[in-house]
């Protein structure tokens, strides 16, 4: 049908194309003068000849040469020129026949009218029927001129038909006076200059009517020769580009219409002025010929617009095609996409609400879908237009419309199939969820039912009544049969639905055994006879009803998240508590009923985590879609601001990443702990890697809030949130995933709260450390972020372990001797960060502003590399007080903490960091004495100890030392000092300590011995001996029956236990107990018998922790000195 339309439509071009080109062949064929009037027009204004328009008796065509006195001084060629064109004007047939030529020469001489007749002989294109001459009209010119004829007559007679006239009579006799001009005594109108003009303007019109039809069969030759475009924009350039050429062909043919019927009025003109008037033959002559060019350029346009609408006609038809073809693309890819959406619905979900939240997605679906099934079927109807209009591409388009309607179809088809499939796991899922639901309202049942009335006769038949009553409702709740649920669902059943299935069924028999066994006691109470007994209970006690059923089981999806629900929530939560603790009061508890108790409790608390957590990955798809996804949307782009385009990163920061964990990760792995609640904590520890991506969450939050607070206002927002029908704007979504992430750890609190004595309660425990400690860094992070002035990258410093306010003195000299008038100026307000790899002092600005444009920035002022820092943990005076010093006290900084807890918090994270450097530098130092060892020679005494025993001991000397190390100076340091100047004792800071004690013989320590001999004099230093030893730091940790110790206390160490325990006696309380070898290394310090520190001022009673600046020079000596190992 198609190639039948298309041979018709190309056959109908090609009639009209022919016809077209006839039409102009015959307009461009046409006999046109060889000279035009306007390139001789100076030569003919002479007028030395001219064609009035007179003919003969037998229609010959009259050529009149006037009087004209230089008629012998005109150039050859003007006068071969002149006599060509005039004898071109007449038509072919009068042309035929021969002219007349009338030469007057009244008033000249012989010898010119010889030259005359002469010339126009030689020099005459055509054939002559008679000429004519007027001979002069004086007697003696007369007479000449007859001698010299008759003289000369038998030689013109060969050449010329040449009759010699005295008068105009004579002439009359020839030719009629009509024929004739006025000079020649006739009464034919002519005017010269009258002819020339229009003979002027009709070989101008013939000229344009030629061109224009060579201009419109050249264009009929490239439309004819058009191929068609295979898209869209090159058919529209070609269709728009064809018709500007038509237009412009158009507008010659009018012109060229205007002009010619401009010459043809201008011909008539004396008919319009005069109807008596009558056209001479040339006038009539040039009047056919201005209207045959007329009607061959009516004939012409005609022709040309039946073939311009054919080929429009193509051209639209194929621009339509275009079109057609590329909405087809555009539908086809979008129906594509519906399918691929409506694949990735297999699930059958876990529960009805998961089953629901399924249902509604495929309702979105289906709902995003209409519009382009729409399209689809628009464009279907479109192409069955084109169709019915004979459209040359039909065999193109009905594919196409039947690939369309197809692909409807199978959408359809799908949904349908999708939908029944959902709606029959829907079923399914409430029939189990009624079956738990029951089981949970039967054991809350028994877990209810009060124990002193059950002691009583009605008390136990009451008690049996509901037990009755509630079984009863079983028929519609409870599962009747395994394998005829494998039956009906067979379609829709999985493994892990099957399991889910059994172990419904499987709780269903135990509470139902559970209800036997319940029974079977209470028949036995009714039926015993017991004498009357009143019970006495601390409060009447009413039957308490069901619970509400769990949350998980019939959560709505929207309610979900109001508040109202989440109030409804915790109050039957709190109430559900308060009974069973009233219960649990009442009935002396017994360990299985708490059990009981404390697993609805922990249900409750996990159907709740799952119900919010459902909720969350709701809201968070729903702000994807409903706004990120729409900043995206050609639709929606003239809402947009220009501030606001390519900043969606920049407003929902890594929403999507956290969307997709919960979504595909987290959430799925929740579900499987539905049944085993106190081991969710396991799922938590599996996934604290992943939560780190709140931290990127929330550092893009400021930037977040200041972008939404410029475009609050926005359209665009409106507009989402109007699709949405959200009641609240995007920025209370925006802050959903912070909420989230500080929710877990209540919802962990509580279910550790009723899983104390579980399996999992460890796994809990360790959970919401782990959670307590990502909140923590997120909130570090949120303060690092604000630091401004910094030159240095912050992520080389190393993790950020603690940030916090505190109170800060400076004091850049050397010694404590400054420490009390230094407390008596104005401390400083700083803020530190404590990094792995330095301290950072910053002071703390306050912003104006709102949300987190109100939170404060840090202005950086000073750092402290870790690897040359100490501290001194207690500084008198103050319990909140510690020092930071650098250098060896070059500088010293006092901090004031705002609470004590605050200072041990900092102090021993600062502890931490300096042992890690400590234990860093040993193992290098080790490294180095054993590649020393083994260089030198092996000495002959057989008490030498290998490198490898030497290793050994020195890990196991390593797991002592991680509580600290003794130094001379009371100190424990991480990193070897530099050799101490001798007589100076080991470090600055023991400069107030008595000299015995300061130096405790250790002036040698210059001397470098070997590497075997250090390590016995370590051992032999830090072994500790029974004797009187004064406290120098608190010790309050352990058990209550461990021994309390206190700064300045003496204690006596009575003898050495195993298991690296001291038995020690407190002469100041005289209790005794026993403390870890490494807790009193730390606790004693550089302590000996019975003595005390001498000075005051160095802050006795403290314990200091040190750095030394020459961290890296001490990790890289080759030979290690005592002080080296010792340190």
């Given at each position: ?117 002469l010339r126009i002989a030689a020099s005459f294109p055509g054939n002559l029927q008679l000429v004519l001459v007027l001979r002069p009209t004086g007697f003696f010119h007369r007479t000449i001129f007859d001698i010299a004829f008759k003289f000369h007559r038998d030689e013109y007679k060969m050449k010329l038909p040449i009759i010699m006239l005295s008068s105009l009579a004579e002439l009359n006799s020839y030719i009629d006076r009509t024929q004739l001009t006025e000079d020649l005594g ?942």
């Open positions: 049908m198609t190639l039948s339309l298309i041979s018709l439509l190309y056959k109908d071009i090609a009639e009209l194309w022919y016809l077209l080109k006839k039409r102009t062949d015959e307009i461009m064929h046409q006999d046109i003068v060889p000279l035009c009037a306007a390139e001789i027009e100076d030569e003919l204004r002479k007028k030395f000849a001219y064609l009035s328009g007179g003919r003969g008796k037998d229609g010959c065509p009259v050529i009149t040469f006037p009087e004209y006195s230089t008629f012998s001084e005109i150039p050859e060629k003007e006068f071969q020129s002149v006599l060509t064109y005039l004898t071109n004007i007449p038509s072919s047939q009068d042309a035929g026949i021969g002219f007349i030529l009338v030469i007057d020469r009244r008033q000249d001489k012989w010898t010119s009218v010889q030259a005359s007749i006739g009464t034919l109108d002519y005017c010269h200059n009258r002819w020339l003009t229009h003979r002027t303007a009709i070989e101008n019109f013939a000229q344009m009517v030629k061109q224009t039809a060579k201009n419109l069969r050249s264009f009929g030759t490239e439309l004819a020769e058009t191929e068609l475009p295979n898209d869209v924009q090159s058919t529209i350039a070609l269709l728009a580009a064809h018709t500007e050429n038509k237009d412009k062909m158009k507008e010659d043919l009018r012109i060229a219409l205007i002009q010619g019927q401009d010459i043809l009025r201008s011909i008539r003109k004396p008919v319009f002025e005069n109807s008596e008037y009558n056209m001479n033959p040339d006038q009539l002559e040039n009047q056919t010929t201005v209207e045959r060019l007329l009607a061959q350029l009516d004939e012409t346009e005609a022709a040309f617009d039946d073939f311009w609408s054919k080929h429009q006609q193509k051209l639209e038809q194929c621009l339509q095609l275009r079109h057609f073809e590329l909405e087809f693309k555009e539908v086809k890819a979008a129906l594509d996409s519906v399918s691929e959406r409506l694949s990735h619905f297999t699930e059958v979900g876990n529960s009805c609400s998961h089953v629901e939240h399924i249902l509604k997605d495929l309702a979105s679906s289906e709902e995003k879908s209409h519009e382009i099934l729409g399209k689809a079927k628009m464009l279907i109807s479109k192409g069955d237009q084109f169709i019915q209009n004979n459209h040359y591409a039909v065999d193109s388009i009905l594919p196409k419309c039947n690939e369309l309607q197809h692909c409807c179809d199978t959408i359809a088809t799908a949904v349908n199939k999708i939908r029944a499939f959902l709606n029959q796991s829907h079923e399914l899922h409430s029939r189990l969820e009624k079956s738990m639901k029951w089981c949970d309202e039967g054991i809350f049942l028994l877990a209810s039912q009060p124990v002193d009335k059950c002691q009583s006769q009605d008390g136990a038949e009451s008690a049996l009544q509901e037990i009755e009553t509630f079984l009863e409702t079983g028929g519609d709740n409870k599962l009747m049969e395994l394998n005829y649920l494998f039956r009906e669902y067979e379609s829709i059943l999985s493994e892990e639905l099957m399991e889910h299935i059994q172990k419904v069924f499987q709780k269903q028999e135990s509470m139902e055994e559970m209800f036997q066994k319940r029974r079977v006691s209470l028949k036995k109470l009714a039926a015993k006879q017991m004498r009357p007994v009143q019970p006495v209970a601390p409060r009447p006690e009413n039957s308490l009803k069901s619970p509400c059923p769990s949350p998980g089981l019939q959560r709505d999806s929207e309610e979900s998240s109001s508040p109202d629900s989440l109030m409804v929530r915790r109050m039957n939560m709190r109430r559900i508590k308060r009974e069973i603790n009233e219960i649990h009061q009442n009935r002396g508890g017994s360990v299985m009923d708490d059990e009981e108790n404390l697993a609805v409790l922990r249900k409750h608390v996990m159907n709740e985590l799952l119900e919010t957590e459902r909720a969350y990955v709701e809201e968070l798809l729903c702000v994807l879609e409903g706004y990120a996804a729409e900043m995206d949307s050609p639709l929606m782009a003239h809402l947009i601001l220009p501030g606001l385009q390519n900043k969606k990163d920049v407003l929902f920061g890594n929403m999507e990443e956290i969307y997709h964990f919960h979504n595909r990760i987290f959430l799925r792995e929740l579900e499987n702990y539905i049944e085993y609640p106190e081991l969710v904590g396991r799922c938590f520890l599996e996934r604290m890697e992943d939560f780190q991506i709140y931290e990127k969450y929330c550092q893009n939050k400021p930037r977040s809030e200041s972008l939404w607070r410029q475009f609050s206002d926005s359209v665009f927002f409106q507009e989402c949130q109007r699709k949405l029908d959200h009641k609240l704007s995007l920025d209370s979504y925006l802050l959903k995933p912070v909420q989230r992430i500080t929710k877990y750890q209540l919802l962990l609190k509580e279910m550790l709260k009723y899983s104390k004595n579980c399996e999992g309660a460890e796994y809990l425990q360790e959970a919401l450390t782990s959670i307590l400690g990502i909140l923590k860094a997120v909130n570090d992070s949120m303060h690092q972020i604000a630091i401004t002035g910094y030159d240095g990258n912050l992520n080389e410093l190393g993790k950020l372990l603690m940030q916090g306010s505190f109170s800060v003195w400076t004091d850049h000299k050397k010694g404590h001797s400054k420490v009390k008038d230094l407390a008596r100026f104005k401390p400083m307000q700083r803020h530190l960060f404590l990094h792995e790899k330095a301290i950072l002092f910053c002071k703390k600005r306050e912003e104006n502003g709102e949300g987190y444009e109100k939170a404060p920035s840090y202005s950086f002022k000073n750092s402290l590399n870790m690897t040359a820092v100490g501290i001194t943990e207690n500084v008198k005076g103050d319990a909140k007080k510690f020092e930071i010093w650098y250098n060896a006290r070059e500088e010293v900084y006092i901090i004031q903490a705002p609470t004590p807890e605050v200072k041990a918090t900092w102090v021993n994270e600062i502890r931490k960091v300096l042992t890690s450097q400590l234990q860093a530098c040993r193992q290098a130092s080790q490294h180095r004495v054993l590649e020393h060892t083994h260089s030198l020679p092996l000495p002959a005494s057989s008490n030498n100890t290998s490198p490898s025993r030497n290793e050994a001991r020195n890990t196991r000397k390593q797991e002592e030392r991680n509580a600290g190390v003794v130094s001379p100076d009371g100190c424990v340091t991480s990193v070897a000092p530099k050799y101490p100047e001798k007589g100076k004792g080991w470090s600055k800071t023991s400069q107030s300590l008595d000299a015995s004690e300061e130096n405790d013989g250790w002036s040698s320590a210059e001397d470098p011995l070997n590497s075997s001999d250090a390590e016995e004099e370590v051992k032999a230093e830090k072994k500790l001996t029974p004797g009187k030893y004064t406290v120098v730091a608190d010790h309050d940790r352990g058990g209550p029956e461990d021994l309390v110790l206190k700064s300045g206390e003496l204690v006596q160490l009575m003898h050495e236990g195993e298991d690296g325990l001291w038995y020690v006696k407190n002469l100041t309380t005289s209790k005794e107990g026993w403390v870890p070898v490494n807790s009193l290394l730390v606790l004693l310090g550089n302590s000996k018998s019975a003595i005390s520190l001498s000075s005051s001022e160095s802050a006795a009673g403290s314990s200091t922790l040190s750095s030394s600046s020459s961290y890296s020079e001490s990790c890289n000596v080759s030979s290690i000195s005592f002080s080296d190992i010792k340190g």
